[in-house]
């Protein structure tokens, strides 16, 4: 059974920021990753949620998996999405 897509309001409007070529792949990756998350989502060190890559983007998920629902909390380009979450 597929993991449903729960989007948050920042998440989407990131993506619709987006390049329309890169918002695609990106949105393909997601279908990939419904079907098999634990494949897909990496743990990150210091922070309490989870990264798929995306070539240089992140999208940056919550794993509920009594639930079965990926939570996509934000995206963006790799050198830029961590400087948001990070703590000194």
């Avoid at 890559?53 to 999208?59: N, Q, T």
């Avoid at 939570?71 to 999405?81: F, P, V």
């Amino acid at each position: 059974m597929s993991y449903q897509l729960k989007w948050s309001n920042l998440a989407l409007e990131s993506l619709e920021k987006l390049p329309f070529e890169i918002a695609e792949r990106i949105l393909k990756k997601l279908d990939q990753v419904k079907e098999n998350p634990k494949h897909f989502i990496e743990g990150l060190v210091g922070l309490d949620f989870k990264k798929v890559r995306v070539g240089d983007y992140r999208v940056l998920v919550d794993l509920l998996e009594n639930e079965k629902i990926i939570a996509i909390r934000d995206l963006g380009h790799r050198k830029n999405i961590y400087k948001k979450y990070k703590t000194d």
